[in-house]
């Protein structure tokens, strides 16, 4: 007799189920935020944009100083990455839950969608249906998964044996993996294309470019002019006047507000004896002025780049201030953007002799719309955060212990004067530099204050003075030079200004929270 022999077990294959589910929910998610991108550029708004500056007002003070670290002026598309990616991961839940739950999934949905509803419409800039495109989108999600789960769950069965693969067998019982990635690919592929179109829509559609490019602006009672002196010409060097695409942008915007200069209005309003409300019309219909000033964000790093010159026009806050009467009691001016920014901005720096203005013009042409066309806030000697409020549409006289800048709750200091600071910019750190005759150059700032002098130390060496271009004004920063007489090896290059003041800049490192960075700036180089 022969022993019982056993039929050899059937293996099953994998069912691949949890993964073709994820698949398929981030594929649906994909379709509905390109459905809402799409609907909201056809009503002014963006959903994922909307989500992301909400975002934006929730993160705390060190969740932007990292923003800003990492990705410096491309933190605003580093975010809506991040968003995107989210987004599409919680599609990947959703798949997930789905297999378990249809029901726990279409709530997940939906409350997604509402999230991005509400963002929406509690933002200052909200067009009147802005609550549709997110529904759209919540709507659109769920009609992919009702199309892509029934495939997702569904795959060929194990053949007959003596079948060949892809029989007819096979196929007969249901959609074949190809098929699946078909659908899913062509949902996700339509949402992608979706999404490029609408922000494509948005950027092609917008009708502030095209009224900026047919303003003409007036011609200043005051003109500035820069001395060929304050610029030193050496390669490398940031040029005294910065070009305005070079210019840094930081702002909370995530999508540029479209201001109608034709519809323009500036409120003045608050601690005053009347009310000021003026249009654009009748601010250019004033004695506009030019002014250099160079404009500082609180977040530059020691040696950072987030700084910048620029010739303004435009005019006095003083005088608007004076217009209405402000009253004894006032000591701050809360200042409002189209989007709903706020700063507050010292009393007296808008009321003292500086060139504090509404600005129209930058470098000879209307400010760029990413520079807060049509109008915004220039004030030497303060940080932007607390005084540079583009696309500004009111300014409520007030007082600090009864409001409050957008930056203030979130850990910044109250007033944010501007700290003496200075670069090296050649050469730039990790540089091969050639032994014999050099140059160290940079810039100083102390905006309102002023610059008396750069010192230069190499490695532990003395100070040295450096050369300074001849200043525009205490409102600008200043270039400055030292040659060098380079040796081979590895060297650090340190600088620290002195104001003009008296004041030296101070060696101690500080963070930009919560009122700006302090050190010594130090470039390592390697001459050969």
């Given at each position: 007799?022969?022993?019982?022999?056993?039929?050899?077990?059937?293996?099953?294959?994998?069912?691949?189920?949890?993964?073709?589910?994820?698949?398929?929910?981030?594929?649906?998610?994909?379709?509905?935020?390109?459905?809402?991108?799409?609907a909201?550029?056809?009503?002014?708004?963006?959903?994922?944009?909307?989500?992301?500056?909400?975002?934006?007002?929730?993160?705390?003070?060190?969740?932007?100083?990292?923003?800003?670290?990492?990705?410096?002026?491309?933190?605003?598309a580093?975010?809506?990455?991040?968003?995107?990616?989210?987004?599409l991961?919680?599609?990947?839940?959703?798949?997930?839950?789905?297999?378990?739950?249809?029901?726990?999934?279409?709530?997940?949905?939906?409350?997604?969608?509402?999230?991005?509803?509400?963002?929406a419409?509690?933002?200052?800039?909200?067009?009147?249906?802005?609550?549709?495109?997110?529904?759209l989108?919540a709507?659109?999600?769920?009609?992919?998964?009702?199309?892509?789960?029934?495939?997702?769950?569904?795959?060929?069965?194990?053949?007959?044996?003596?079948?060949a693969?892809?029989?007819?067998?096979?196929?007969a019982?249901g959609?074949?993996?190809?098929?699946?990635?078909?659908?899913?690919?062509?949902?996700?592929?339509v949402?992608?294309?979706?999404?490029?179109?609408?922000?494509?829509?948005?950027?092609?559609s917008?009708?502030?470019s095209?009224?900026?490019?047919?303003?003409?602006?007036?011609?200043?009672?005051?003109?500035?002019?820069?001395?060929?002196?304050?610029?030193?010409?050496?390669?490398?060097?940031?040029?005294?006047?910065?070009p305005?695409?070079?210019?840094?942008?930081?702002?909370?915007?995530?999508?540029?507000?479209?201001?109608?200069?034709?519809?323009?209005?500036l409120?003045?309003?608050?601690?005053?004896?009347?009310?000021?409300?003026?249009g654009?019309?009748?601010?250019m219909?004033?004695?506009?002025?030019?002014?250099?000033?160079?404009?500082?964000?609180?977040?530059?790093?020691?040696?950072?780049?987030?700084?910048?010159?620029?010739?303004?026009?435009?005019?006095?806050?003083?005088h608007?201030?004076?217009?209405?009467?402000?009253?004894?009691?006032?000591?701050?001016?809360?200042?409002?953007?189209?989007?709903?920014?706020?700063?507050?901005?010292?009393?007296e720096?808008?009321?003292?002799?500086?060139?504090?203005?509404?600005?129209?013009?930058?470098?000879?042409?209307?400010?760029?719309?990413?520079?807060?066309?049509?109008?915004?806030?220039?004030?030497?000697?303060?940080?932007?955060?607390?005084?540079?409020?583009?696309?500004?549409?009111?300014?409520?006289?007030?007082?600090?212990?009864?409001?409050?800048?957008?930056?203030?709750?979130?850990?910044?200091?109250?007033?944010?004067?501007?700290?003496?600071a200075s670069?090296?910019?050649?050469?730039?750190?990790?540089?091969?530099?050639?032994?014999?005759?050099?140059?160290?150059?940079?810039?100083?700032?102390?905006?309102?204050?002023?610059?008396?002098?750069?010192e230069?130390?190499?490695?532990?060496?003395?100070?040295?003075?450096a050369?300074?271009?001849?200043?525009i004004?205490?409102?600008?920063?200043?270039?400055?030079?030292?040659p060098?007489?380079?040796?081979?090896?590895?060297?650090?290059?340190?600088?620290r200004?002195?104001?003009?003041?008296?004041?030296?800049?101070?060696?101690?490192?500080?963070?930009?929270?919560?009122?700006?960075?302090?050190?010594?700036?130090?470039?390592?180089?390697?001459?050969?």
């Amino acid at each position: 007799m022969h022993p019982r022999q056993d039929p050899a077990p059937t293996r099953r294959p994998r069912d691949g189920g949890g993964s073709r589910a994820a698949l398929a929910g981030a594929a649906s998610v994909a379709f509905g935020a390109g459905v809402a991108e799409l609907a909201g550029a056809l009503l002014g708004t963006s959903p994922v944009a909307a989500v992301g500056s909400t975002l934006i007002d929730l993160a705390p003070p060190w969740g932007k100083d990292l923003a800003i670290a990492l990705f410096g002026t491309g933190d605003k598309a580093a975010l809506i990455t991040a968003v995107a990616i989210v987004l599409l991961l919680l599609g990947a839940l959703t798949g997930l839950v789905w297999r378990r739950s249809r029901a726990a999934a279409q709530t997940l949905v939906v409350v997604l969608g509402l999230l991005g509803l509400a963002a929406a419409v509690t933002r200052a800039d909200a067009p009147a249906l802005a609550a549709l495109p997110a529904a759209l989108g919540a709507a659109g999600t769920l009609l992919a998964l009702a199309r892509l789960m029934p495939r997702a769950a569904m795959h060929p069965a194990t053949p007959p044996a003596g079948t060949a693969p892809g029989g007819a067998e096979a196929t007969a019982t249901g959609p074949t993996r190809r098929a699946f990635l078909v659908w899913t690919a062509g949902a996700a592929a339509v949402g992608a294309l979706a999404a490029a179109g609408g922000w494509a829509l948005q950027a092609g559609s917008r009708a502030a470019s095209a009224l900026r490019a047919a303003i003409v602006l007036p011609r200043p009672v005051r003109s500035v002019t820069v001395p060929a002196s304050a610029d030193l010409g050496i390669p490398g060097l940031a040029p005294v006047v910065t070009p305005n695409a070079d210019f840094y942008r930081i702002d909370t915007a995530l999508t540029l507000p479209q201001v109608d200069p034709t519809t323009w209005r500036l409120r003045i309003h608050g601690k005053v004896d009347e009310e000021v409300e003026l249009g654009w019309d009748d601010l250019m219909a004033l004695p506009l002025e030019e002014s250099v000033t160079t404009l500082t964000c609180v977040s530059n790093e020691v040696g950072g780049d987030l700084v910048g010159t620029a010739v303004w026009l435009g005019y006095p806050i003083r005088h608007l201030l004076a217009r209405a009467g402000v009253h004894p009691d006032a000591d701050m001016v809360l200042s409002t953007s189209a989007d709903g920014f706020t700063a507050g901005t010292p009393l007296e720096a808008l009321t003292d002799d500086r060139d504090a203005i509404l600005a129209v013009g930058m470098n000879g042409e209307p400010l760029p719309i990413a520079h807060g066309f049509p109008v915004r806030m220039v004030v030497p000697g303060l940080y932007g955060y607390v005084s540079a409020t583009k696309w500004v549409v009111d300014l409520e006289v007030t007082r600090f212990a009864d409001a409050q800048g957008y930056w203030i709750p979130r850990g910044w200091s109250e007033r944010g004067p501007i700290k003496l600071a200075s670069r090296i910019d050649v050469p730039r750190h990790g540089a091969n530099v050639a032994a014999g005759d050099a140059m160290i150059a940079g810039v100083a700032w102390q905006q309102h204050v002023g610059v008396r002098g750069v010192e230069v130390r190499v490695d532990d060496g003395p100070w040295q003075p450096a050369t300074l271009a001849t200043a525009i004004s205490s409102d600008t920063w200043v270039q400055w030079m030292l040659p060098w007489q380079a040796s081979a090896g590895r060297h650090t290059i340190t600088a620290r200004a002195i104001g003009e003041d008296g004041e030296p800049q101070t060696a101690a490192p500080a963070p930009p929270a919560p009122d700006g960075a302090t050190g010594w700036p130090t470039v390592g180089v390697t001459v050969a």
